[in-house]
């Protein structure tokens, strides 16, 4: 069983960074494509940046782009988040996501395993 467990919320200032970690266990984390989704209050759960098994593909969302870096540790089963620049708009919980993908997907329907979720809240 595929366990996803993210850390590193938390209230920020506007214009401030956080970075948002995600350890796996139970899988092989180097078999997985990873990625990152985001849901507000009242909301749809939006994409966010996906990377591929080897780390060496990634895909972020228009609205996040040159802001936020997705990368990953094969080595301690580890995904990161790093989010610069940070705006009020990107308050959400973010969410980590995992499935045995060669590509990569911003569907959230693609991947099977999910975190519990972790709070972000930037201020104005």
């Known amino acids: 069983q595929v366990q996803l467990l993210e850390s590193g919320g938390g209230l920020v200032q506007a214009g401030g960074s956080l970075r948002l970690s995600c350890a796996a266990s139970g899988g092989t984390f180097s078999s997985f494509a990873m990625g990152w989704f985001r849901q507000a209050p009242g909301k749809e759960r939006d994409f966010v940046a996906a990377?591929?098994?080897?780390?060496?593909?990634?895909y972020y969302a228009d609205s996040v782009k040159g802001r936020f870096t997705i990368s990953r540790d094969n080595a301690k089963n580890t995904v990161y988040l790093q989010m610069n620049s940070l705006k009020p708009e990107d308050t959400a919980v973010y969410y980590c996501?995992?499935?045995?993908?060669?590509?990569?997907?911003?569907?959230?329907?693609?991947?099977?395993?999910w975190g519990q979720g972790t709070q972000v809240t930037v201020s104005s």
């Open positions: 996501a995992a499935d045995f993908h060669l590509l990569i997907y911003s569907d959230y329907e693609e991947y099977n395993y």
């Open positions: 990377i591929n098994w080897s780390g060496v593909s990634t």
